[in-house]
């Protein structure tokens, strides 16, 4: 199977390099440029919402989708071929609009291992470091 595809498990081992340095790149951007109390509050307002041309919201709001369903894919099929998969995954459901993505990405990021590692990075870019959420927040 693999020797009847080479071209198509190339071409996912070079998208899945270029994700993972992608990923090295942007996570840490982000990271540092969330503010602080961003895990504090139960639910995240909309982009869409906070701009106003309804067409322009309407656009973003699909690129952004559309961005999201390729990452879920190609994490999919790097779950098979060389790659970070799981990461890939994640960043796509990450960016896109799924109900419960928010309570997903807070419960990761203060599981510890990950909340030390989020935390070190900030202080490294001097940036006041995130607050904990309560532990009751739904």
């Given amino acids: 199977f693999v020797d009847a595809h080479e071209t198509i498990f190339g071409m996912a081992s070079v998208a899945s390099l270029l994700v993972l340095i992608l990923t090295l790149v942007v996570l840490p951007m982000i990271l540092v440029r969330l503010p602080a109390d961003y895990l504090l509050f139960a ?11 309804p ?9 952004k989708n559309l961005l999201g369903i390729v990452l879920i894919v190609l994490g999919l ?14 960043a796509g459901v990450a960016v896109s609009n799924l109900p419960g993505k928010f309570k997903m990405i807070r419960w990761l990021v203060t599981r510890k291992p990950v909340w030390n ?6 202080r490294k870019a001097n940036v006041p470091p995130f607050r904990m959420p309560p532990q009751n927040l739904g």
């Fill in 77 to 90: 099929i790097m779950l098979i071929t060389p790659g970070q998969g799981l990461l890939t995954i994640f």
């Fill in 117 to 122: 590692a989020v935390q070190r990075l900030r």
């Fill in 55 to 63: 067409g322009i919201a309407i656009l973003l709001m699909f690129c």
């Fill in 43 to 53: 639910r995240r307002q909309a982009f869409s919402r906070r701009i106003h041309h």
